[in-house]
T-cell receptor
Framework: AQSVAQPEDQVNVAEGNPLTVKCTYSVSGNPYLFWYVQYPNRGLQFLLKYITGDNLVKGSYGFEAEFNKSQTSFHLKKPSALVSDSALYFCAVRAPSGGYQKVTFGTGTKLQVIP | ETGVTQSPTHLIKTRGQQVTLRCSSQSGHNTVSWYQQALGQGPQFIFQYYREEENGRGNFPPRFSGLQFPNYSSELNVNALELDDSALYLC?????????????FGEGSRLTVL
């Protein structure tokens, strides 16, 4: 079975400071990893993904994530936070095998950027 | 390019009733997945439809069922509604059933069961 853990319910960061949202995963085989963002009363929007290749993945809105196989982590990062980054962030994992896309999401981390 | 659209956006039902939620996939996408997002939780995979057939299912009872139509749009049906079915139901489309790409989500249908 595949699973995702987001250990922090909420992360607070001052505007302009770097931010990190943590994610660890469990899956058989090499994982497909994703980050999505959700604004209030909206659907999820894709930020970035890791499939293979470089461990540092760059995505939308200046976000990036670092894949660490030995620590089974995929932390989301941004060098300088904006107030508009305040939202709910979900890490997700999908096993590489199988003919369908069962994507497992974490419980989400609320990011609050303080002006 | 048209995004994923869902209807209705909000609805209220009473326990025991049935509900149908609808989804139009993004242009060119042949795969639709449905997710249930309870308050304060991450989305939970219900099932996936590819070329009008269910080809993957999460841990949901048979009273959750679906359809996909030739134009790749989809319906989610829930029978015998329970209070715990209250949630945001999200539809997501993708280019193919097993590709490595991202899911494209609609804005959801918020179901309240009283």
């Amino acid at each position: 079975a595949q699973s995702v853990a987001q250990p922090e319910d909420q992360v607070n960061v001052a505007e302009g400071n770097p931010l990190t949202v943590k994610c660890t995963y469990s899956v058989s085989g090499n994982p497909y990893l994703f980050w999505y963002v959700q604004y209030p009363n909206r659907g999820l929007q894709f930020l970035l993904k890791y499939i293979t290749g470089d461990n540092l993945v760059k995505g939308s809105y200046g976000f990036e994530a670092e894949f660490n196989k030995s620590q089974t982590s995929f932390h989301l990062k941004k060098p300088s936070a904006l107030v508009s980054d305040s939202a709910l962030y979900f890490c997700a994992v999908r096993a590489p095998s199988g003919g369908y896309q069962k994507v497992t999401f974490g419980t989400g981390t609320k990011l609050q950027v303080i002006p | 390019e048209t995004g994923v659209t869902q209807s209705p956006t909000h609805l209220i039902k009473t326990r025991g009733q049935q509900v149908t939620l609808r989804c139009s996939s993004q242009s060119g996408h042949n795969t639709v997945s449905w997710y249930q997002q309870a308050l304060g939780q991450g989305p939970q995979f219900i099932f996936q439809y590819y070329r009008e057939e269910e080809n993957g299912r999460g841990n949901f009872p048979p009273r959750f069922s679906g359809l996909q139509f030739p134009n790749y749009s989809s319906e989610l049906n829930v029978n015998a509604l329970e209070l715990d079915d209250s949630a945001l139901y999200l539809c997501a489309s993708s280019l193919d059933r097993s590709n490595t790409g991202e899911l494209f989500f609609g804005e959801g249908s918020r179901l309240t069961v009283l």
